[in-house]
């Protein structure tokens, strides 16, 4: 009994990154109604990035935190230029396409340089043990750093003009740009911010398990998963899901083989669409 | 009639010339090359009926082809029925499969769809890499034996190809019929504009079922035959995400919409594949590539290759549908 208690506060504190993964999505989805199909090669590339990062400076993995974030921000602009920009505002079958089309070019290149083979950062914090089970510092670590990036997302998107602004696009776009805010520089930075949540969530993750460049594609899934469950729109909501997420695969672990994951989830996702098509918050406004 | 339409003409020419070409000569190579343009046809015909005619982006399209190719081997291999009555029952069961899940997931709009449909892929996936019947993770491995039925292995190639041929032709009349149909007009209604395609009386819930279900027969009977041909099949080959998102690139290059748009992308692409796939310096791009096209085609030309040849020449539209 004991042991599934400690599998489910191993699924909490990975739900966390879950949480942070599925915020990004949730942000850009809400905002300007587009799907970004290239979340989990985002995903991955913060992965790398952490991975890159870490082999240059020796540090504590969760200082390079920062400079991930960064690069992902930059990313986001660029991408949102690339390809969402023109498709922003028409049917979704286009921005679907065409943010799927970027993720298989990061994917093809990634192949390209690191092959499909895994990696893994090699840092450590001490754990805490606790009876006959250990729990690793890094879950701990990465679960805290993902509240706190979650935390202040809240901050910047309730307390700030910028993240006002946004809200407000999300609200309603056309009435946000007779107040004299520029949609499209909302648009930009909302899509910059969202990417660098999904590079950092990678990053994370890359301090927990071995990763793949296709590794990204299953967190990219939960992240659906989350989103779903929370509600669009929903940034914080999307947090409080990803936790319940990990807990449920901390509870179902112990139990069945981890090949079956996908299928409950997947169940879980539809279950969740046809039963709480606003999310299991309900719907509220943000 | 639908044969009074000249494509359907210009369908039976096109199945002839990939029938006749590959016997001049006994050219083996010839055969293997038009086998994977005709797969890749397939598919993209198939999921036109729902991208181009419905508006409902299937992302796990592959998964047909791949439960197709597990039910019909099966049945062929292990139950030892004629490899066209499995590849049939493979059709029908993979069918019915859809029309369930279909009535579930088809209550979701849009983009809901798109990403359960992923979803659908990675739960059949985890399912069957844990199906105990169908060799789970490794997958099922045809001995010689089995293609005895056929006149040995070298006789079962060759009737295996005229099989793919005969269902491509198939798969591009299906097309041609359900766009000449009222069925068809009620699908281009919903993706026009699905409410007020129920205003007009369009049972959008029963047409997206069918539609969805209709789209997975052919891809299923072509997975029998194509695995059947391979010899193997395993979950990794069978469900492969890349192949099901290669068939919307082949689409959007083609021309959504138009029966001949899904088949020239799904010939040109396959083409393109495999010389990428063959030279030594870009095999390692070719999803660069491909993902690249389709975003410029998404970006600036979302007709493809048959919209722009429909602004060139308007009149075509009449002949190449």
């Given amino acids: 009994m004991s042991g599934v208690l400690a599998s489910m506060i191993d699924g909490l504190l990975v739900g966390a990154v879950y949480g942070l993964a599925a915020m990004g999505l949730s942000l850009i989805w809400g905002v300007m109604d587009v799907i970004n199909l290239t979340h989990g090669s985002m995903i991955a590339l913060g992965m790398f990035c952490m991975y890159l990062l870490f082999g240059v400076f020796v540090t504590n993995a969760y200082l390079l935190l920062l400079p991930v974030m960064g690069a992902g921000l930059l990313l986001g602009i660029v991408v949102y230029w690339m390809s969402v920009h023109r498709v922003v505002g028409r049917p979704m079958l286009m921005s679907l396409l065409s943010t799927f089309a970027v993720n298989m070019m990061v994917i093809g290149i990634g192949t390209a340089i690191w092959s499909t083979s895994p990696y893994n950062v090699n840092f450590s914090l001490p754990g805490i043990t606790i009876g006959a089970y250990t729990f690793t510092g890094n879950h701990i670590a990465a679960a805290i750093a993902a509240v706190v990036i979650a935390l202040a997302l809240q901050l910047f998107l309730y307390r700030t003009r910028t993240g006002k602004a946004i809200r407000a696009v999300a609200d309603n776009r056309e009435a946000a740009e007779l107040m004299g805010i520029s949609s499209t520089v909302v648009l930009t930075i909302a899509f910059g911010i969202g990417i660098a949540l999904a590079g950092t969530s990678g990053a994370l993750v890359s301090t927990l398990f071995p990763f793949t460049i296709l590794s990204g594609a299953t967190y990219q899934l939960k992240s659906f998963v989350v989103t779903i469950l929370a509600g669009l729109g929903k940034p914080f909501g999307a947090l409080v899901a990803g936790v319940l997420l990990g807990l449920l695969e901390g509870v179902v672990t112990p139990f069945i083989a981890v090949s079956w994951i996908p299928l409950i989830e997947f169940g879980l996702f539809v279950v969740a669409l046809v039963a709480f098509p606003q999310g299991i918050f309900g719907r509220e406004t943000t | ?321």
């Fill in chain 2, 1 to 321: 009639m639908i044969c009074r339409r000249p494509f359907f003409w210009i369908i039976l020419i096109i199945a002839a010339l990939f029938i006749y070409a590959p016997l001049h000569g006994n050219n083996v190579s010839l055969r293997e090359d038009l086998i994977l343009i005709a797969i890749a046809i397939i598919l993209a015909s198939n999921l036109n009926l729902m991208i181009g005619y419905t508006g409902y982006v299937n992302f796990g399209h592959i998964v047909f082809y791949g439960l197709g190719g597990y039910v019909g081997l099966y049945m062929a291999t292990v139950r030892g029925w004629p490899l066209v009555v499995a590849a049939l029952v493979a059709g029908l069961a993979v069918s019915l499969f859809a029309l369930l899940f279909g009535l579930a997931i088809l209550r979701l709009r849009g983009a809901y769809f798109a990403l359960a449909t992923i979803g659908v892929l990675q739960a059949v996936q985890a399912f069957v890499s844990n199906f105990d019947l169908w060799g789970r993770s490794t997958g099922m491995y045809l001995s010689f034996d089995a293609y005895q039925p056929l006149g040995g292995a070298m006789r079962a190639l060759w009737v295996t190809y005229y099989l793919i041929i005969v269902v491509m032709a198939l798969s591009m009349i299906l097309s041609l019929a359900i766009k000449n149909s009222k069925f068809g007009l009620g699908l281009f209604a919903i993706r026009e504009d699905e409410d007020a395609a129920i205003v007009l009386g369009v049972n959008t819930t029963v047409y997206k079922a069918i539609v969805y279900s209709v789209s997975a027969f052919l891809p299923a009977v072509a997975g029998t035959f194509m695995f059947y041909k391979n010899g193997m099949i395993d979950p990794s080959i069978a469900f492969e995400f890349m192949m099901s998102l290669e068939g919307i690139v082949m689409l959007m290059l083609g021309g959504q919409g138009a029966v001949m748009g899904a088949a020239l992308g799904g010939g040109l692409y396959e083409k393109l594949r495999s010389s990428l796939l063959t030279s030594p310096k870009l095999s390692n791009f070719h999803l660069v590539i491909s993902g690249g096209l389709l975003l410029l085609v998404v970006l600036f030309a979302p007709g493809g290759l048959i919209g722009w040849f429909y602004r060139v020449v308007p009149r075509a539209r009449k002949v190449i549908e």
